[in-house]
C-alpha cells in the first residue's frame, strides 16, 4: 500500500499567534480599560496583581494575562461590553462601567506586573486566568484561588495536590481586598513553577 502524498504547504498563509514566539502580546491583545473588570466605585471590589516570572525568577516585562470568571451570583453566562466599538466610526470605545462581564486582559509593564480589580467569583473560589508569553507556543491556564475564599478546604484541585504545589495557585494577602498571585513560568523549590492546567 503506498502511503498518501501531502500537500505542500502554501506560502501565501502567514504564521498565527501560536506558530510564534513574541514579543508581541503587549501591544497587539491588551485593550483600554482591559484590568477594570469591576464596574466603577462597586464596593465589593478586589484587587488581583502579581508578577509574571521566567525560570530564573527574572520578570517577563511582555506577557499577557487573561481572566474568566463567574459573577458574584455564580451565573458563568457573562455579558457583552469588554471591548465594545462605536457603531458609527467603529472606534474602541470598551466598558461602559457598570456591566460586569467577567472577563479581562491586561499585560505586564516593565517590571512584569499585571493587577485587574475585578469582583469576588461566586461558587468557585477562584479566578481563571490565560498566560501569554515569549516563549510560549501555546497559551497557559491556570488559576489564582482567593486566599479568603469559601471552599478552599473542599476544592477537588486544591486538595489533589502536595502542599507545596498547592501554595503556587492560593493568593497572598496583601491589605483588605488585594490579592498578590505571583505566576511562575518555571521553577523548583523553594520557588516552585506555578501548577497549570490541561484541558486537551
Known amino acids: 500500500m503506498s502511503r498518501p502524498t501531502l500537500p505542500e504547504p502554501r506560502a501565501d498563509l502567514a504564521p498565527t499567534p501560536s506558530q510564534t514566539v513574541g514579543p508581541f502580546y503587549g501591544y497587539a491583545l491588551p485593550f483600554l480599560g482591559g484590568g477594570d473588570i469591576a464596574p466603577a466605585g462597586h464596593p465589593e471590589t478586589v484587587t488581583l496583581h502579581g508578577y509574571v516570572l521566567d525560570g530564573a525568577g527574572t520578570p517577563v516585562p511582555d506577557a499577557v494575562i487573561e481572566v474568566w470568571q463567574p459573577t458574584p451570583d455564580g451565573s458563568r453566562d457573562g455579558a457583552p461590553g469588554s471591548m465594545r466599538r462605536d457603531p458609527v466610526d467603529g472606534a474602541f470605545i470598551g466598558r461602559n462601567g457598570l456591566v460586569f462581564t ?98 486537551g
Open 102 to 199: 467577567g472577563f479581562g486582559r491586561v499585560d505586564t509593564d516593565a517590571d512584569g506586573h499585571f493587577a485587574v480589580r475585578t469582583l469576588p467569583p461566586g461558587g468557585v473560589p477562584y479566578v481563571s486566568l490565560a498566560v501569554f508569553a515569549r516563549g510560549l507556543l501555546h497559551h497557559l491556564y491556570t488559576r489564582a484561588y482567593l486566599h479568603d475564599a469559601s471552599g478552599l478546604t473542599t476544592d477537588p484541585l486544591l486538595a489533589g495536590l502536595p502542599a507545596e504545589r498547592r501554595a503556587t495557585l492560593v493568593t497572598t494577602p496583601e491589605r483588605a481586598g488585594v490579592h498578590r498571585f505571583d505566576i511562575r513560568l518555571q521553577g523548583d523549590a523553594p520557588h516552585e513553577e506555578t501548577v497549570f492546567l490541561d484541558f
